[in-house]
């Protein structure tokens, strides 16, 4: 049972109400995790602002869904992990095998292993990375486009995982167990 109330769309009023209708109409669905940031309409809100303007990016959605695995195994967050498991086969023509390598910071791609490489590096060492990680970037063929995207991707995957740990939001996906971790 989740640690804070999840907010149910249809009893929702004020900006918990407008943000509810716009994950759903973003998202398709109002799953848990928005149930539970709607307690703070605002951060809702700034979720699906940058959530938005991620999907306009230059990222396509199969190396924002890689992020996405990798982060949520590396932060050991059940939510995110079960979630993204469901949904990159389906948003991001994911396979079984690209999924679980993505889980592993890694992509038989050999750009989307660079990201995956540093998407790692960067949440692994809070941000603190060396030239040598950027450089190594740049000689896989990311531009610094796509290096910034990376970052703010880490940022929103970092976000959701801990929001869903800290409140212990329910998972409304099959489970998915972080490697290493014990069920929820």
């Not at 999840?6 to 799953?31: F, M, N, V």
Request: charged content about 20%.
């Amino acid at each position: 049972m989740s640690r804070m109330p999840l907010i149910d769309p249809a009893t929702a009023t004020g900006k918990a109400a407008e943000q509810l209708t716009s994950t759903q109409r973003a998202l398709g669905a109002t799953p848990n995790f928005a149930r539970a940031m709607a307690n703070s309409p605002s951060a809702l809100q700034g979720y699906l602002g940058l959530s938005t303007a991620l999907r306009e990016g230059v990222l396509p959605a199969g190396m924002r869904e890689r992020i996405a695995l990798a982060m949520a195994e590396l932060n050991g967050c059940h939510y995110c992990l079960s979630a993204h498991t469901q949904l990159a086969p389906r948003l991001a023509k994911l396979t079984t095998e690209e999924i679980e390598a993505a889980r592993r910071g890694t992509s038989s791609d050999p750009k989307a292993a660079a990201v995956l490489r540093l998407a790692v590096e960067i949440a692994g060492n809070r941000g603190r990375v060396g030239d040598d990680a950027l450089a190594d970037a740049r000689a896989a063929g990311l531009t610094d486009e796509e290096i910034v995207e990376v970052i703010a991707n880490v940022v929103q995957n970092l976000f959701t995982n801990y929001l869903n740990e800290v409140l212990d939001v329910e998972v409304d996906f099959p489970l998915v167990t972080p490697y290493g971790h014990a069920e929820v």
